[in-house]
Antibody
Framework: QIQLVQSGPELKKPGESLKISCKAS????????MQWVKQAPGKGLQYMGW????????TYADDFKERFVFSLETSASTAYLQINNLKNEDTATYFC??????WGQGVMVTVSS | DIQMTQSPSSLPASLGDRVTITCRAS??????LRWFQQKPGKSPRLMIY???NLAAGVPSRFSGSRSGSDYSLTISSLESEDMADYYC?????????FGSGTKLEIK
């Protein structure tokens, strides 16, 4: 069956960087785009953008054009989200989603000094 | 960007009630509308795609409809397991945009 398994929770300080992984199984990785979605504590879902798994080209929503990087390791059927220069407002759960239909379990990121 | 205006933000309801949640699109999105259910601490679950199509495994008490730029999710007879947050999403054009969410809770 289709599975998206994300890496574990992260606790970081402002200014640090992190890289979240999303490992896909149960389908051909390059057949579907991978989307990323942010959910701040107690808030709604916010679309971050997507990466073309065939070409590796990322597309970012306006709020995520700085400091955020989508990447792939196609041989490992894995997508990555890197966040640079972390800020307190990056505290959230980050989801990957195959074709915005099947979702990973989410990664809780806490940014605190 | 396309704006999705979702209402109500909170919906107290009783078991067995028929409930409806609505999203209005700021531009034409055709039938590129999905509904998600999210329970606390869980990932969103796709309930409806293409505005009216039930996703696999979703109970038949859920349905989606469209009237012009208004899209609705209806639960015909509320069950306790339906208590959750619900979000619409337009996938007509990038950036995709979510509605602000509806918290469905027991009255």
């Amino acid at each position: 069956q289709i599975q998206l398994v994300q890496s574990g929770p992260e606790l970081k300080k402002p200014g640090e960087s992190l890289k979240i992984s999303c490992k896909a199984s149960g389908y051909t990785f390059t057949d579907y785009a991978m989307q990323w979605v942010k959910q701040a504590p107690g808030k709604g879902l916010q679309y971050m953008g997507w990466i073309n798994t065939q070409t590796g080209k990322p597309t970012y929503a306006d709020d995520f054009k700085e400091r955020f990087v989508f990447s792939l390791e196609t041989s490992a059927s894995t997508a990555y989200l890197q966040i640079n220069n972390l800020k307190n407002e990056d505290t959230a759960t980050y989801f990957c989603a195959r074709g915005i239909a099947d979702w990973g379990q989410g990664v809780m990121v806490t940014v605190s000094s | 960007d396309i704006q999705m205006t979702q209402s109500p933000s909170s919906l107290p309801a009783s078991l067995g009630d028929r409930v409806t949640i609505t999203c209005r699109a700021s531009q034409d999105i055709g039938n590129y509308l999905r509904w998600f259910q999210q329970k606390p601490g869980k990932s969103p679950r796709l309930m409806i795609y293409g505005a009216t199509n039930l996703a696999a495994g979703v109970p038949s008490r859920f349905s989606g409809s469209r009237s012009g730029s208004d899209y609705s999710l209806t639960i015909s007879s509320l069950e306790s397991e339906d208590m959750a947050d619900y979000y619409c999403l337009q996938s007509k054009e990038s950036p995709l945009t979510f509605g602000s969410g509806t918290k469905l809770e027991i009255k």
